[in-house]
């Protein structure tokens, strides 16, 4: 044996320090004001010893303004999280869950910050979706109740109206089917 030595290593993990752990958005819908894309800050701080080096990924409907850091120790950078509450065109209330990836390239770990995105509109939900009111005599009425429940956080208001092309059911009639308005 020529040399005999102890050899020591120190393994450090990047450590990032997000401002706030979760970002959350809430777009309640206003049909005086068009849904548009809202952003709030988030200051992501390096609080490990070693020079960080990452990138940043997210999925639709959030998105970020700087993808590419690099932070020195103690060092802290800021940038814009938006969400597009309009990124679905169904006019459904729900709410919309991601998550804001940091991929660091000298090393394996990745760490994800929460993002959520509330999306409120006037929605309903009905007790049937089909009404069959079955055979009725000339000159009867029927009625059927239908339970309609507001299932959003806001304020509903409805107006009913029947909608029928009365000129294609008039083309469509026939001496034993007649054409009946609603």
């Known amino acids: 044996t020529v040399l005999k030595a102890d050899a ?7 450590l990032l320090e997000p ?12 049909p005086l004001a068009p849904l548009t894309t809202q952003s ?31 932070l020195e120790p103690g060092e802290s950078a800021t940038l814009n999280v ?5 990124y679905r065109d169904d006019r459904q209330s729900h709410i919309a869950k991601g998550k804001l990836i940091a991929v660091y390239r000298e090393h394996p770990q990745k760490d994800s ?19 069959d009111f079955g055979c009725i005599l000339n000159d009867t009425t029927k009625s059927v109740a239908v339970k309609v429940t507001n299932v959003s956080k806001i304020d ?12 294609e059911q008039r ?5 034993r089917k007649p054409y009946i308005p609603i």
């Open 82 to 86: 938006e969400f597009d509450p309009g």
């Open 8 to 14: 020591q290593a120190e393994f450090i993990t990047p």
């Open 40 to 70: 709030k800050p988030l200051t992501l701080k390096n609080i490990s010893a070693l020079p960080l080096n990452f990138v940043l990924r997210t999925q639709v409907p959030f998105t970020v303004d700087s993808w590419e850091f690099s």
């Open 19 to 30: 401002s706030s752990k979760t970002v959350e958005f809430t777009c309640t819908y206003s």
């Open 156 to 167: 509903t208001l409805l107006s009913w109206a029947f909608i029928e092309d009365e000129e």
């Open 113 to 131: 910050f929460e993002l959520v995105g509330e999306i409120n509109f006037p929605n309903v939900q009905f007790g049937y979706s089909k009404v």
């Open 171 to 175: 083309a469509a009639a026939t001496t």
